[in-house]
């Protein structure tokens, strides 16, 4: 390439080194460069203690399985409790008798019972066939 010496490609290079120097030294990029970097900082930061609060919870939860620990008896006291509270309001609001209203609970108290019996009895007939017979239960 005619015009493109050894001294011209020196000289460009000067130019490109001097311009990427001012560039480099401009106090108002390093600024905005600073901002963003601390901006970014404090993204990443929230994002990990997110995610070790996370970790920290469901290791805590799998600890206290592990350990049988569980919070199921408490919840199922407070549906219960709540369920109750639901029906005394129900009485209570109800625009057919007192007697009436009773009736129509035991009744479906009495067919949720016999429907759980007649679930726990075939329940407990069920037998995988994965495991092994031993030959000892009613053959």
Do not use: C
Not at 23 to 41: G, I, S
Not at 53 to 72: C, I, K, P, Y
């Amino acid at each position: 390439m005619p015009g493109f010496g050894k001294g011209v490609k020196a000289k460009q290079w000067a130019r490109f080194a001097l311009k990427l120097g001012l560039f480099l030294t401009d106090a108002k990029l390093w600024q905005t460069v600073n901002e963003q970097l601390k901006e970014r900082a404090s993204d990443m930061s929230e994002t990990v203690k997110r995610s070790y609060e996370e970790t920290s919870d469901r290791v805590g939860n799998a600890r206290d399985a592990l350990q049988g620990r569980s919070h199921w008896l408490a919840n199922t006291t407070t549906l219960l409790g709540g369920v109750g509270i639901g029906i005394g309001i129900g009485m209570l609001l109800a625009p057919v008798s007192g007697e009436r209203a009773r009736s129509v609970i035991r009744d479906k108290a009495a067919d949720v019972k016999s429907k759980v019996g007649d679930f726990a009895s075939g329940a407990t007939r069920y037998r995988p066939s994965s495991v092994p017979s031993t030959g000892t239960s009613g053959d």
